[in-house]
C-alpha cells in the first residue's frame, strides 16, 4: 500500500486522478449502489418475518443481527489474515476482492430459495449472514479504493459522492421492495415468506453478471503491492476512536431505519399501513441521498460561487427525483390500473405534495448546517450529528405527526456520518490503510447490535417510542468524534 501514501504518490495521485481515475471511480460507484439497494431490503424483510413467522421486536431485529454480524465476522477474519500474513489486498488487489465479494454475496442471495421453500427462519438468518460476509468483502477493498483515487484532503467528498449513489439504491430500494414483497409476489393463502424468493434469486443473478463484468475489466493497481504484517492500524488513536464512531453510526442508522415501518403504524404516531409506511422509509434513505450529494459538493475543491449554486440545485434535483420515485404508479406498470401509467403517475405526484411539502424545511436546516461546517469534514461531521440527536430527542418526547417527521429527517441529517468518519479515522494511517479499512467494517457490527437492543427496549418498556434512545446516544458518540475525537493522537490532524 506503500505507493499511494507516500507523499510523492499523494501528489502524483492528485494531479492525474481527474483525469485517469474518473473512469474507475464511475465504476466503482455501481457497487455502492447495488449494495444500498440490497441492504435496505432488511427493513422491509423485518415486518415479513414479524408477520410470517409471529415473532416478537427482539427476535424480527436479528435479521439485522445475521447480516451486520457478518460484517463483524468477516472484517475480523479479515483483519486476522492481515496481521498475521499481511494485508490479503495488496496480494490480490482490489479488482479480485470485488470479485470475491460479489460471488459470496450472490451464494447468499441463492440461499434465499430454500429458505424459503422450508419456511424457516433460521436459514433466512443464514443466507443473509452470507450475503453480509460478501458485503463486508466489498466494503473493505471499495471504500479505501474510492478515497485513494484522488488526492486525500477530497477523500470525504469522494467517498460522499459514492455514497450517494449508494443512496440512490437505499431510495428506490423501499420502494420496489415494499410493493414486490408486500404486494406484487404476496400470494394469498402462502406463508409470507414465499414473497422473497424470486426478489433474492434477482439479486443472485445481478451479482453474478456483476463478478464477470468485474473480472475483466481493467482498474488501476493504486496501492497494491506492500505487504505489512502486524496490527500496525492500531497504533493510532484516531483510528481506534473511528471504529467506535463507526460502531455507533451504522448502529444509529440502521437502527432508525429498521423501526420506521412499525413505528409510523403505531395509533400514537401516524397509524399508516406498512405499505404507505415503506414510502417513508423510502424518504428515510432518499435523505441520505440528498445530503451525502450535497457532502460531495461542500467537502470538493470546487469554487466558492460554483459549489454554493451547487448545494441550491443539486438538493431541488435530488428531492424533485425522489418524489418522481415515490410517485411511481406500480400497479399501472404492472398492468392493474385501468388509467393510464403516465396519467396515474401524474395524479400520484400531485397527491403526494402533501406529504413531500413537509420535507422542504429540512432541506432548507440542511443547507444551513453545511453554511456552518465551512468545508470542514470533522465540524460538519459534528453539527450534522448534533442534529440527530435533537431531532431524536424530539421524537422521543413528543408524539403524532411531530416525532414521525423527526425520525424520517433524521436520514437527511446522518447522511455525510459515514463517508466523513471513515475518511477522517483513515487519514494519515500510511500503508494501513487496508487493515485500518478492515477494522472499520469489522465495526459495522453495531448495525448487528443496537437495533436488537433498540427492540428489546422498546419489548420491555411497551413502548417503540421510548427506544429511540438507543440511536440518539449512538450519535451522541459520533457527534463528539466530529468535534474531538478524529483529532486525538494526530498532531497533523485536519479540522
Wanted: with cysteine; proline share 4%; aromatic share 14%.
Amino acid at each position: 500500500m506503500a505507493a499511494i501514501n507516500s507523499p510523492a504518490a499523494n501528489n502524483a495521485a492528485g494531479t492525474s486522478a481527474a483525469q485517469t481515475f474518473r473512469g474507475p471511480f464511475a465504476i466503482m460507484t455501481s457497487l455502492f449502489f447495488l449494495w444500498g439497494f440490497m441492504t435496505v431490503f432488511n427493513d422491509i424483510l423485518i415486518p415479513r418475518f414479524k408477520e410470517a413467522f409471529t415473532l416478537n421486536y427482539f427476535e424480527a431485529m436479528l435479521v439485522q443481527f445475521a447480516f451486520f454480524g457478518a460484517y463483524f465476522i468477516g472484517s475480523l477474519l479479515y483483519f486476522i489474515v492481515s496481521a498475521t500474513t499481511g494485508d490479503p489486498i495488496a496480494k490480490i488487489g482490489y479488482k479480485n476482492g470485488v470479485v470475491i465479494g460479489l460471488l459470496i454475496s450472490a451464494t447468499g442471495s441463492a440461499l434465499f430459495w430454500p429458505a424459503a421453500t422450508a419456511t424457516s427462519y433460521p436459514m433466512f438468518l443464514v443466507a443473509l449472514f452470507v450475503v453480509g460476509l460478501g458485503f463486508a468483502m466489498l466494503q473493505i477493498a471499495a471504500n479505501p479504493y474510492v478515497t485513494i483515487l484522488g488526492p486525500e484532503r477530497t477523500a470525504s467528498s469522494r467517498l460522499n459522492l459514492a455514497q450517494g449513489f449508494n443512496s440512490i439504491g437505499t431510495t428506490i430500494g423501499p420502494l420496489i421492495g415494499g410493493w414486490l414483497i408486500f404486494q406484487y409476489f404476496s400470494r394469498t393463502g402462502a406463508h409470507g415468506a414465499d414473497s422473497v424468493k424470486v426478489p433474492y434469486l434477482a439479486f443472485c443473478i445481478v451479482f453474478v453478471l456483476l463478478a464477470i463484468v468485474f473480472f475483466f475489466i481493467k482498474l488501476p493497481h493504486i496501492g497494491e503491492g506492500k505487504i505489512e504484517r502486524g496490527a500496525g492500524a492500531l497504533k493510532y488513536p484516531h483510528v481506534v476512536l473511528g471504529i467506535v464512531a463507526i460502531f455507533m453510526y451504522v448502529g444509529g442508522e440502521v437502527a432508525v431505519g429498521s423501526a420506521i415501518i412499525n413505528f409510523l403504524g403505531q395509533s400514537t404516531v401516524a397509524a399508516l399501513t406498512e405499505v404507505e409506511a415503506s414510502k417513508y422509509v423510502s424518504l428515510y434513505w432518499g435523505g441520505l441521498m440528498i445530503g451525502r450529494f450535497m457532502g460531495a459538493v461542500e467537502l470538493s475543491d470546487m469554487k466558492k460561487l460554483n459549489k454554493q449554486i451547487s448545494l441550491v440545485v443539486i438538493p431541488l434535483l435530488a428531492y424533485l427525483l425522489l418524489w418522481v420515485a415515490q410517485s411511481a404508479p406500480l400497479d399501472a406498470l404492472r398492468g392493474g390500473s385501468e388509467t393510464g401509467v403516465f396519467a396515474a403517475w401524474q395524479e400520484r405526484f400531485v397527491q403526494n405534495w402533501a406529504m413531500f411539502k413537509n420535507y422542504l424545511p429540512f432541506l432548507a436546516l440542511c443547507w444551513l448546517l453545511f453554511q456552518f461546517g465551512k468545508s470542514q469534514a470533522g465540524r460538519t461531521l459534528m453539527i450534522f450529528s448534533t442534529c440527530v440527536v435533537v431531532l431524536l430527542l424530539t421524537a422521543v418526547l413528543v408524539g403524532g405527526k411531530t416525532a414521525m417527521w423527526c425520525v424520517v429527517a433524521v436520514g437527511l441529517f446522518t447522511s455525510i456520518g459515514w463517508s466523513n468518519t471513515f475518511s477522517l479515522a483513515i487519514e494519515g494511517v500510511g500503508i494501513y490503510k487496508s487493515q485500518a479499512s478492515s477494522l472499520l467494517v469489522m465495526a459495522i457490527l453495531g448495525g448487528a447490535l443496537l437495533p436488537p437492543l433498540q427492540g428489546l427496549v422498546a419489548d420491555l418498556t411497551k413502548n417503540l417510542q421510548i427506544s429511540f434512545i438507543v440511536p440518539l446516544i449512538a450519535y451522541a458518540y459520533v457527534a463528539f468524534y466530529g468535534a474531538k475525537g478524529h483529532r486525538i493522537g494526530r498532531k497533523d490532524a485536519a479540522a
